[in-house]
Structure formats: structure tokens, C-alpha cells
């Protein structure tokens, strides 16, 4: 009796049950975060050369400012970017696997139809 129970275990274990699936997890950054953030370093870099050096009176200090604004905003765009496929890769290498299991409701969802029950 011993011996059929353990081969009853042993059945349930290797069938493989479609509730169960393996998934990666991992941290991987937000792009558009790096991109604003490197969008507003880009701007005070650009404010910190207009404002910062001696005036020029050939140039006016916020026409200075908006071409350097430009430039910089925008590397500063790219390079925020690069930054954040870096940390995805790595974030790939540093990857785990798990098993996840599906578990049946035990409480309904609440909604409008259940708002009767309360």
C-alpha cells in the first residue's frame, strides 16, 4: 500500500499542471524617466554656461541660454538614454527565474453587482 501511494505522489509531480508557469524577474529601469531627467540636467547645464560666464554684449544672455538649451537638452536626452539600455542589460544578467501558481478566488471581486450583499 506504501509503494502505490508514493507512486501516486510521484505521478502528480511530473505531470506538468497549467496552472503553474516559470517567469523571469527582473528590475529594468523606465526610459522615459531617464529621458526627462536627462532633459532637465541638459537645462542647467545650459543655464550654468549662459548664466554663469562674463556677458557678451554681441550675444544676449537668454539667446545664449536657448541654444545651449538645445544642445545640451538634448544630449543630455542621449545620454540619460544610453545610461538606461546599460542598467537593462544588466538587469538581464542579474535575471532570476520563478515559478509562479495560478489560486483560485476564495472572495468574489467586488463590484456593483455584489454591492447588495454588504
Not at 547645464?45 to 548664466?51: E, M, T
Request: aromatic fraction near 6%; proline fraction near 7%.
Amino acid at each position: 500500500m506504501e509503494n502505490g501511494t508514493l507512486e501516486g505522489m510521484a505521478s502528480e509531480d511530473t505531470t506538468p499542471n497549467s496552472a503553474r508557469r516559470e517567469i523571469t524577474v527582473r528590475r529594468a529601469p523606465k526610459f522615459v524617466p531617464f529621458m526627462i531627467l536627462g532633459a532637465v540636467v541638459g537645462a542647467i547645464v545650459a543655464a550654468i554656461i549662459a548664466y554663469g560666464r562674463p556677458a557678451d554684449p554681441a550675444f544676449d544672455a537668454g539667446t545664449v541660454f536657448g541654444f545651449f538649451l538645445i544642445v545640451c537638452a538634448g544630449g543630455g536626452v542621449i545620454l540619460f538614454s544610453v545610461l538606461a539600455l546599460i542598467l537593462d542589460r544588466v538587469s538581464v544578467k542579474r535575471s532570476q527565474r520563478a515559478v509562479v501558481e495560478a489560486v483560485p478566488d476564495s472572495v468574489p471581486d467586488e463590484g456593483p453587482e455584489n454591492d447588495d450583499v454588504r
